[in-house]
């Protein structure tokens, strides 16, 4: 079992900015993708952004351009940078491993999975 904590979230205005971080307890973290998702209530579990071995990186068009996924390796962390913020950006995020994973936008490959962190933006 991979353990995987989030931490970060909280409530902030629209326009604001978090950074939501995911520690790992893995050394074999770098063979993993490491994706974020979000589910708001009664909605379901929805890709956010990804990241593979490679540092090569997706993200969901609704967030491109404001959000930013990175990984530091040495440290066993997937962050991820959210500006801009929005209402309609308002869920719990929730990290993921994908073990030999490119960084796949379904949440299926996703073995291991946080615990969550509620992201509230008010308007």
């Known amino acids: 079992q991979v353990q995987l904590v989030e931490s970060g979230g909280g409530l902030v205005q629209a326009g604001d900015s978090l950074r939501l971080s995911c520690a790992a307890s893995?050394?074999?973290?770098?063979?993993?993708?490491m994706g974020w998702f979000r589910q708001a209530p009664g909605k379901e579990r929805e890709f956010v952004a990804a990241i593979a071995w490679t540092r090569n990186t997706y993200y969901t068009d609704s967030v491109k351009g404001r959000f930013t996924i990175s990984r530091d390796n040495a440290k066993y962390t997937v962050d991820l940078q959210m500006n801009s913020l929005k209402p309609e950006d308002t869920a719990v995020y929730y990290c993921?491993?994908?073990?030999?994973?490119?960084?796949?936008?379904?949440?299926?490959?996703?073995?291991?999975w946080g615990q969550g962190t509620q992201v509230t933006v008010s308007s």
């Open positions: 893995t050394l074999t973290f770098s063979k993993y993708a």
């Open positions: 993921a491993a994908d073990y030999l994973g490119s960084g796949s936008a379904s949440t299926t490959p996703y073995e291991y």
